[in-house]
C-alpha cells in the first residue's frame, strides 16, 4: 500500500518561506492529483492546492497569492512553498491523495511560525 | 471559519447511534455528489470513512453510513463503540473555483 511522508523544516519566523516535500513510495505519483491540506492544533481542516502530473496545478483561492506546487516524478516526491509565512500558517501540514476523495494521507508535519 | 458546518461535539453510549450532520450550501454539498467524511484521532492523520456521499471504502466498517438532504450531509455511526471517540471531518466538493472545502469538525465522545 502506498505511504506519503512529509518533511520540511518545523519551525519558521514570519515572513520566511516554508517549503515542503511529500516523498510517495510507489512509482503511482504520475497517476493521481495529489493535495495539500493543514490543520492549525484543535481546529478544522484546510484544502491549500493540488497538483497532477505535468505540473498541472489549482489553489485556494485564499492562498493562491503565497503557494506554489511542484512535482518531481524522478524522485516520486511532491513539494509546497508557501511564503511571506506568519502565525496563522503554524499547523499541522498533511500530503494527501485524491482519488474518489483523500484516500491516503501522510502522516503530517507540524510548522511553527515564530519570531 | 469553516465553510461547512458541523457541531462541535456529540456524545453516546456503547451500542448507541448517533448522527453527525454537515450543513453547507447550494454551491457544495447540495450541488454535488462529493461529500466525504474523514475520522481522526488525536495526533494521526485522517482515515477517509466515506466518499461520494454515501460509498464506504473497502475496510471501513459498516456500522459507518451516510446520507444527504438538499444542503445537509449527514454521517450515522450505528452501534457505538469505544474506539470510535474521534473527530469527524465532513469535506465536499464546491466547484473549479474553490474545490475543497472541509468542516470544523465533531467530537464524538462514547461516555
Known amino acids: 500500500q502506498v505511504q506519503l511522508q512529509e518533511s520540511g523544516p518545523g519551525l519558521l519566523k514570519p515572513s520566511e518561506t516554508l517549503s515542503l516535500t511529500c516523498t510517495v513510495s510507489d512509482g503511482s505519483i504520475s497517476k493521481y492529483y495529489w493535495n495539500w491540506i493543514r490543520q492549525p492544533a484543535g481546529k478544522g481542516l484546510e484544502w491549500i492546492g493540488r497538483i497532477f502530473a505535468f505540473g498541472s496545478t489549482n489553489y485556494n483561492p485564499s492562498l493562491k497569492s503565497r503557494v506554489t506546487m511542484s512535482l518531481d516524478t524522478s524522485k516520486n516526491q511532491v513539494s509546497l512553498k508557501l511564503t511571506s509565512v506568519t502565525a496563522a500558517d503554524t499547523a499541522v501540514y498533511y500530503c494527501a491523495r485524491i482519488d474518489d476523495a483523500f484516500d491516503m494521507w501522510g502522516q503530517g508535519t507540524m510548522v511553527t511560525v515564530s519570531s | ?111
Open chain 2, 1 to 111: 471559519q469553516s465553510a461547512l458546518t458541523q457541531p462541535a461535539s456529540v456524545s453516546g453510549s456503547p451500542g448507541q447511534s448517533i448522527t453527525i450532520s454537515c450543513t453547507g450550501t447550494s454551491r457544495d454539498v447540495g450541488n454535488y455528489n462529493l461529500v466525504s467524511w474523514y475520522q481522526q484521532y488525536p495526533g494521526k492523520a485522517p482515515k477517509l470513512l466515506i466518499y461520494d456521499d454515501l460509498k464506504r471504502p473497502s475496510g471501513v466498517s459498516n456500522r459507518f453510513s451516510a446520507s444527504k438532504s438538499g444542503n445537509t450531509a449527514s454521517l450515522t455511526i450505528s452501534g457505538l463503540q469505544a474506539d470510535d471517540e474521534a473527530d469527524y471531518f465532513c469535506c465536499s466538493y464546491a466547484g473549479s473555483r474553490t474545490f475543497w472545502v472541509f468542516g470544523g469538525g465533531t467530537r464524538l465522545t462514547v461516555l
